[in-house]
């Protein structure tokens, strides 16, 4: 199959292959808007589970048919209208549930984890990096908010860079442990920080020793993000702010991670993971693309952090622990590594499935880790595996 | 042989591993435009030799000149930088990327690696990308103009002797001064290995200035595309000269068919 003829064929606008197909893509976006609304309001355990079941059936019976891969060949030429339709998807859930607190929480929760998730993604997905103490780095965020946000005037949009940028730094100390061992070593220097930080920060009575701190809100241009929004007859939960800032913020990062994949750095950061040795031998400087990868997602990792730290308005060494740091890497698996597409899928499976079935809360690290199993075991590139590198997807040049 | 004819020099290479000599004092030099034939038996250095000069080994004792400059401590990116290009002995593509940026792999000292010119400047990127996929395609097309209409497919796709022809162009694309070639017959049939060796003599017809390398086993291959042999065993270079020279030499027979 030739992937470009493939693709420029289906980049001439009148072909009706495309229209059908870009059809297809929007009614799949609003049916997938309107699974999710259904699943979300959902409460009795059984239509829970109807609802997983339909889930599955219709991926299995939609990619038994093509549709995936026609819709996927279509976006490849529109990627924008791809991401306008997404954008449309969680506006669209977002009014439908704008009076109700949880579920815009854990819609915002979703993205939350999903911006992490891209930030492990660079490490483990381009460079094969595994960090397994993105909880900790999400907690390096949270906490700065929470010092920030209580002890100065720092305008909060900038304390979210600073979340991020100081936990890259907190980063730094790991980055020489980390070039000189590879592979599974590096990733046991990173649990042994995990599990270093969360005893820290237990036993540090600054930062509120066990019990935490409290958070002070987000505000832009004097609008406290703890106000319900009230517009004219439009009403809606203060969470509906976090929703949209956090949408605004993933959306960023999104297209940050999409641009580093579709350039150099991400082919080289592909060859350090690939080969280091044979890397190394066609000039690629190994420690610089590590460490520029690392940094990176660790950025993103505490921008993550200093949101979700607002948004809750109170931090506790619990909340990053450990297992948080293997739920981060389930996420990044699960979803497909290296490509940031299967991070939203997973990260409403990791996120909301617990919420919704009540009854596996206490089981919920045992499910995570069997569908972790079975997804390695079957389809081993994870739900929605990484395509081909598109440089320039929609452009009419060949590559 | 005239001083200025000479591309590489190495005097005196050496590599112990633990106690093991696996490199015992080799002189070994490289003119330019020659095509050299590295042979000896199983562990006989020849290998080795190739993984301290491209600066993946440390060299114990002993130097090496590339043209003019020391490249003796230099690491694996430095000396690629000086103009060493090399292929391995089991292939080592990046089996789940595409053609096109396995050979980019390739050309990364040439290519623009910063931030805002990769994030930011998307259309110099642009430009800077297809004028480096036409130069691949170029180069892939002196191998095989079936594989230059495959450019964006992963390289897990291609049978082995495709594979050896793309790590080829992998070497070749930064246009080095020195390509090594380790054993490039190696898992292929007798009807591939000729094929590649067809590639391999337009690879020299078309750039007459490259020097080549190359370990090999087979002596039909050998006898075809080599203008001088030099045998080692045990670290030790024990007979240099053209292929008939070798081949007639005591010593060589001895070290590959046992003492007489």
């Not at chain 1, 690939?274 to 460490?291: F, M, N, P, Q, S």
């Amino acid at each position: 199959m030739d992937n470009v003829s493939q693709a420029s064929a289906a980049r001439r606008p009148d072909s009706p292959q495309v229209i059908t197909s870009l059809v297809m893509g929007l009614v799949g976006g609003a049916l997938l808007t309107g699974f999710a609304a259904w699943f979300l309001k959902a409460e009795s355990e059984y239509v829970v589970g109807f609802l997983l079941l339909l889930a599955v059936v219709g991926a299995v019976a939609a990619s038994r048919l093509g549709a995936l891969d026609r819709i996927g060949v279509a976006f490849g030429a529109y990627e924008k209208s791809l991401y306008a339709i997404v954008i449309a998807g969680v506006l669209v859930l977002a009014w439908i549930f704008r009076q109700d607190h949880f579920t815009l929480l854990m819609i915002t929760t979703v993205m939350v984890y999903m911006l992490a998730g891209l930030g492990l993604n660079v490490q483990f997905g381009y460079l094969g990096l595994i960090n397994l103490s993105g909880a900790s780095f999400i907690g390096v965020g949270a906490y700065t908010s929470a010092v920030l946000t209580m002890h100065s005037a720092i305008p909060p949009l900038l304390i979210l860079l600073i979340g991020g940028v100081l936990s890259a730094l907190v980063g730094c100390l790991l980055i020489l442990p980390v070039l000189r061992t590879r592979g599974h070593y590096a990733a046991v220097v990173t649990i042994a920080f995990a599990i270093l930080f969360e005893s820290f920060l237990k036993v540090n009575d600054i930062l509120g020793g066990p019990q935490g701190l409290p958070v002070g809100a987000m505000s832009l241009f004097g609008w406290s993000f703890n106000n319900p929004i009230t517009f004219g007859g439009f009403q809606a939960s203060f969470y509906m702010n976090y929703l949209l800032l956090t949408l605004a913020v993933l959306a960023l990062a999104f297209a940050l991670v999409r641009r580093v994949e579709r350039s150099w750095i991400g082919l080289s950061m592909d060859a350090v993971r690939l080969d280091e040795t044979a890397a190394a031998c066609y000039g690629i400087g190994i420690r610089r693309w590590k460490v520029l990868g690392f940094t990176l997602g660790n950025f993103l990792i505490g921008v993550a952090g200093a949101i979700y730290g607002m948004m809750l308005g109170f931090i506790a060494p619990a909340n990053f622990g450990f297992s948080d740091s293997l739920i981060l890497v389930s996420i990044v698996l699960l979803g497909g590594i290296g490509n940031p597409w299967g991070l939203a899928l997973a990260s409403a499976i990791v996120v909301i499935l617990p919420e919704k079935l009540q009854m596996i809360q206490e089981y919920r690290f045992l499910l995570f880790a069997s569908l972790v199993v079975l997804v390695l075991l079957f389809r081993p590139d994870g739900l929605l595996p990484r395509g081909m590198r598109n440089y320039l997807p929609g452009r009419k040049v060949a590559p | 042989m005239s001083e200025s004819d000479t591309l590489l020099s190495c005097t005196d290479v050496t590599r112990y591993f633990g106690g093991l000599l696996a490199l015992d004092h080799l002189d070994l030099d490289v003119h330019r435009g020659e095509v050299l034939g590295l042979l000896g038996p199983n562990g006989s250095g020849k290998t080795t030799f190739f993984n301290v000069l491209t600066g993946i080994y440390a060299f114990s004792e002993g130097r090496a000149v590339l043209a003019g400059r020391d490249v003796t401590r230099d690491t694996a990116q430095a000396v690629y930088k000086a103009g060493v290009a090399r292929t391995f002995q089991r292939s080592r593509l990046c089996l789940s990327l595409s053609l096109f940026d396995n050979i980019m792999v390739g050309n990364h000292n040439r290519l623009s690696l910063g931030m805002t010119f990769n994030l930011l400047r998307r259309r110099a990127f642009a430009r800077e990308l297809e004028a480096n996929f036409a130069a691949a395609r170029d180069l892939v097309e002196v191998f095989s103009p079936a594989l230059a209409d495959r450019m964006n497919e992963p390289v897990a796709n291609f049978p082995m002797l495709d594979r050896r022809r793309i790590e080829i162009c992998r070497a070749l694309i930064s246009r080095p001064k020195l390509l090594l070639l380790d054993e490039p017959s190696a898992g292929m049939t007798h009807e591939e290995t000729h094929q590649l060796m067809d590639d391999i003599l337009a690879v020299r017809a078309h750039t007459p200035e490259l020097a080549i390398v190359i370990i090999e086993h087979e002596t039909s291959v050998i006898e075809r595309i080599t203008d001088r042999c030099a045998v080692l065993n045990f670290g030790k270079k024990i007979c240099e000269g053209s292929y008939a020279e070798v081949i007639e030499n005591e010593e060589v027979r001895e070290a590959y068919l046992g003492a007489a």
